[in-house]
């Protein structure tokens, strides 16, 4: 679960701007292969060199994340693992997983909804697709038992799903901790009293932007209305202040940024904690009489029933029947017991939902161990997204700061470039190697002409020493005593920052026509 962890906590990140990351491009420098670029090497050396060569950065918003999933496709005449929430080397699911996060026990079906699988019919072949939508699970007549979990949105699988992965998300804030970040709804507990006009409401928690208002009937408060439902929180508190009445409160529940999914928040909000789903027979024992054998379960929850079925021949258990889940159950212990008969040796397992119950936390409960990060440079206005080159290398990065600067650079797109302005363009080409005067070495990664019939020239730093009073010579076409009309220091710092993610790949040019869209997974 640590890497399920690690997943979720970048995700959230992201979502509330806990930190702030950017998705930084560079190196115009052929591969020695260019259709197989070298995998990048983990060594300071290796990332430093990544840095020097950015061309530009983007920050990373909550619309380009996303949590991902193994993608397990149903399809017809299948055997699918069943849940169990105690696979090991000796208890192995069908398909030979030694772990539920391993195993395959849930599907995507063609309609784009994901299922489930709670039982599997002893091993047996799946040969109905599930198609309901409730929040109960679902029998079919193949004897496979399926819950509904989500239907991955239309924006979510054009932008996140692919061969190997489902888009997953959380939607609703219970636990807050996984909310994603906006006001839902605000909810009056205590009307008050003696108010005169409506009291402000203030709105207090760890993220922005957030307002409403409140409507009074007679002297009491009666709603509070959202008008803005902000960003970035985990929690709020809500204050109503007045000169005139008192004693309202409010409470607030925390929601996505996109509007809910009916059918998923359905499921959220009807899951039950700790439920036995199923009992699996380890042992069938002996001996026992139908109508003589009754089941008893102990355990840590509460409510939890079930029904026996016994061989005549033998006197074998040869089925455990659910009649009533219970709830709040961790773990329970099944005992087959007599209340006359000489029956023995049976041996059960009790099945139990995950923390929260079935669809309460669909991220957790696939085991969403990659991060899928999807972003557009499409504002091709935009000088800080520099097109007309090519570009070999993605990396992400956490909390870069600004230039010579003691804060975090938090707009959303940055240069690291120097940029040089010059009145004549003719002595400088893409890619070409620039020299100073004081011992600067740069490359040429765009040339933007100005309204006034200037140009600026984006340099790429290699040994970032210039001056406003520099002269240049153009290394690779052998012009000497260039002027420069003046000078733009770069807007991030490309020192700073952690760097936690750094990908290869074949060229990508950045053209001035066309909207580039870079997809980065990032697997824990």
């Not at 530009?56 to 909550?62: A, D, E, H, I, Y």
């Not at 507990?189 to 957030?210: L, N, R």
């Not at 089925?319 to 099944?334: F, K, P, R």
């Not at 804060?407 to 100073?436: A, K, R």
Request: charged share 20%; hydrophobic share 35%.
């Amino acid at each position: 679960m640590g890497r399920v962890e690690l997943a979720r906590s970048y995700y959230r990140d992201i979502r509330n701007t806990n930190d702030y990351f950017y998705v930084g491009v560079g190196k115009t420098n052929s591969w020695e292969d260019e259709d197989n670029p070298e995998s990048p090497i983990d060594s300071d050396y290796y990332v430093n060199d990544f840095r020097k060569r950015l061309m530009f950065l983007q920050r990373v918003t909550s619309a380009d994340a996303c949590l991902l999933v193994r993608r397990i496709d149903w399809a017809y005449g299948t055997i699918y693992d069943s849940y169990n929430n105690n696979y090991n080397t000796n208890n192995p699911a069908f398909s030979g997983a030694t772990s539920l996060s391993t195993a395959n026990f849930y599907v995507l079906t063609d309609e784009y909804k994901v299922y489930k699988c709670l039982d599997n019919n002893r091993n047996s072949y799946s040969t109905i697709k599930p198609t309901g939508t409730g929040t109960s699970p679902e029998q079919l007549s193949d004897g496979y038992i399926w819950k509904f979990m989500y239907q991955v949105s239309a924006a979510d699988q054009t932008k996140y799903l692919d061969a190997g992965h489902i888009p997953v998300r959380k939607l609703t804030g219970n636990p807050t901790f996984d909310v994603n970040g906006e006001l839902d709804s605000i909810s009056v507990t205590s009307g008050g009293s003696g108010y005169i006009s409506a009291p402000t409401v203030v709105i207090s928690g760890d993220g922005e932007g957030a307002t409403a208002t409140a409507t009074l009937s007679g002297d009491t408060v009666d709603s509070i209305t959202i008008d803005t439902p902000g960003t970035g929180y985990t929690f709020a508190f809500i204050a109503l202040n007045s000169d005139s009445g008192n004693g309202a409160t409010a409470t607030v529940s925390l929601g996505d940024d996109d509007p809910l999914p009916t059918l998923q928040s359905l499921v959220e909000g009807s899951a039950i904690d700790g439920t036995i789903d199923r009992i699996d027979i380890v042992s069938t024992g002996q001996d026992y009489s139908e109508g003589d054998a009754t089941v008893v379960i102990s355990g840590d929850g509460s409510g939890a029933e079930a029904s026996v079925r016994i061989a005549d021949a033998t006197g074998s258990v040869i089925e455990v029947i659910v009649t009533n889940a219970g709830t709040g159950y961790t773990w329970a212990n099944i005992t087959i017991q007599n209340s006359v008969g000489i029956g023995q040796g049976a041996i059960c397992n009790a099945i139990i939902s995950p923390k929260g119950g079935h669809g309460s936390n669909a991220p957790k409960e696939l085991f969403a161990k990659t991060l899928g990060l999807t972003l557009s440079f499409s504002d091709n206005a935009n000088a800080d997204l520099i097109k007309g080159n090519d570009f070999r290398q993605v990396g992400l990065i956490k909390n870069i700061y600004g230039y010579d600067s003691a804060t975090l650079f938090t707009e959303l797109t940055g240069t690291p470039c120097f940029v040089v302005n010059v009145s004549d363009n003719q002595y400088y080409n893409i890619d070409d190697e620039i020299v100073t005067s004081d011992g600067g070495t740069f490359q040429v990664s765009q040339i933007v002409e100005k309204s006034d019939g200037t140009f600026d020239v984006y340099l790429v730093a290699m040994v970032p020493i210039i001056l406003n009073t520099s002269t240049l010579t153009n290394n690779s076409t052998g012009d000497l005593n260039l002027v420069i009309n003046s000078l733009t220091t770069p807007e991030v710092n490309v020192k700073t920052g952690e760097v936690i993610y750094l990908e290869n790949r074949p060229p990508i040019n950045r053209s001035s026509d066309q909207v580039e869209t870079i997809k980065t997974l990032i697997r824990f």
